[in-house]
Nanobody, 120 residues
Framework: EVQLVESGGGLVQAGGSLRLSCEAS????????IGWFRQAPGKEREAVAC????????YYSDSVKGRFTISSDNARKMVFLQMNSLKPEDTAVYHC?????????????WGQGTQVTVSS
């Protein structure tokens, strides 16, 4: 069982930055990689980033590569998503999620999400 709680969303102008945080807990946390996906109204869910808690390897979708950075603090069981050069199309609810390994293709746990709104 894994519990995930996101924070840090908000309203920002295009070109601005936000940092999302994910607090992870649970007895089986070490069995999972942690990533972020986003869901915008009328659009399909999009996986945007993932980090392996074992070797620290990171993965990004093409839409955010070069603008977003995922990092983790394993001691504090925290995962962060630094989002720079934000665009209106980044507007979505962002969820922290756990999957057996990055790019597995199916999340087993996710949080309630945090809203990110980018104004033009």
């Amino acid at each position: 069982e894994v519990q995930l709680v996101e924070s840090g969303g908000g309203l920002v102008q295009a070109g601005g930055s936000l940092r999302l945080s994910c607090e992870a807990s649970g007895s089986t946390l070490d069995d999972y990689a942690i990533g972020w996906f986003r869901q915008a109204p009328g659009k399909e869910r999009e996986a945007v980033a993932c980090i392996s808690r074992i070797d620290g390897n990171t993965y990004y979708s093409d839409s955010v590569k070069g603008r977003f950075t995922i990092s983790s603090d394993n001691a504090r069981k925290m995962v962060f998503l630094q989002m720079n050069s934000l665009k209106p199309e980044d507007t979505a609810v962002y969820h922290c999620a756990a999957e057996p390994w990055c790019l597995y293709g199916a999340y087993e746990y996710w949080g309630q999400g945090t809203q990110v709104t980018v104004s033009s």
